[in-house]
T-cell receptor
Framework: KNQVEQSPQSLIILEGKNCTLQCNYTVSPFSNLRWYKQDTGRGPVSLTI?????NTKSNGRYTATLDADTKQSSLHITASQLSDSASYICVVSARYGGSQGNLIFGKGTKLSVKP | GAVVSQHPSRVICKSGTSVKIECRSLDFQATTMFWYRQFPKQSLMLMATSNEGSKATYEQGVEKDKFLINHASLTLSTLTVTSAHPEDSSFYIC???????????????FGDGTRLSIL
């Protein structure tokens, strides 16, 4: 069964600290993995997209890693800011041929950055 | 950057009415548009995928006669919730991509969602 599990479910850190969010998946055949940031009451914003051959991708203070062998991904946030408080969602896309596919969403990690 | 506009942002209406939600890509052509719903403290659930000029592909368990999707142009898709009932109350979010299908490596750009409340 295709699944995406994220940990921790929630996280509280102090402003300026670093943190790492985890995403484990059992999706096959794998197409790509995405990290999104979703502020409360808003639509998600794409942070990174990684395909099978990519191990790491950065977007400013956000760095995502992908280990396709162990089917694990992480999102590292450096020097956190109050505006980083949001839910971070890991989404894995499975490819079933042609343009059809399947998106499997994790339940997200709710990050709270405190001053 | 790519902008997706979703309208309205909030709707409150009586049970039995139909509600139309618009999703527009403002500065790019959206080959594929997606419709999601999200319950409180839950992640997004994909409802359907639509390609311009063709019928939408609905996810299992989503009633196509209940949630009508029209993708008439490369910049506009609409979701109509027909004969809405309180259980349809949710946060509906659209996204648009210049890629083909859900497995495309092109990013999905999300609207800011529509909060639908059925009384």
């Amino acid at each position: 069964k295709n699944q995406v599990e994220q940990s921790p479910q929630s996280l509280i850190i102090l402003e300026g600290k670093n943190c790492t969010l985890q995403c484990n998946y059992t999706v096959s055949p794998f197409s790509n993995l995405r990290w999104y940031k979703q502020d409360t009451g808003r639509g998600p914003v794409s942070l990174t997209i990684m395909t099978f051959s990519e191990n790491t991708k950065s977007n400013g203070r956000y760095t995502a890693t992908l280990d396709a062998d162990t089917k694990q991904s992480s999102l590292h946030i450096t020097a956190s800011q109050l505006s980083d408080s949001a839910s971070y969602i890991c989404v894995v896309s499975a490819r079933y041929g042609g343009s059809q596919g399947n998106l499997i969403f994790g339940k997200g990690t709710k990050l709270s950055v405190k001053p | 950057g790519a902008v997706v506009s979703q309208h309205p942002s909030r709707v409150i209406c009586k049970s039995g009415t139909s509600v139309k939600i618009e999703c527009r890509s403002l500065d790019f052509q959206a080959t594929t548009m997606f419709w999601y719903r999200q319950f409180p403290k839950q992640s997004l659930m994909l409802m359907a995928t639509s390609n311009e000029g063709s019928k939408a592909t609905y996810e299992q368990g989503v009633e196509k006669d209940k949630f009508l999707i029209n993708h008439a142009s490369l910049t506009l898709s609409t979701l109509t919730v027909t004969s809405a009932h309180p259980e349809d109350s949710s946060f509906y979010i659209c996204s648009a991509s210049s890629g083909q299908g859900v497995s495309s490596n092109q990013p999905q750009h999300f609207g800011d969602g529509t909060r639908l409340s059925i009384l």
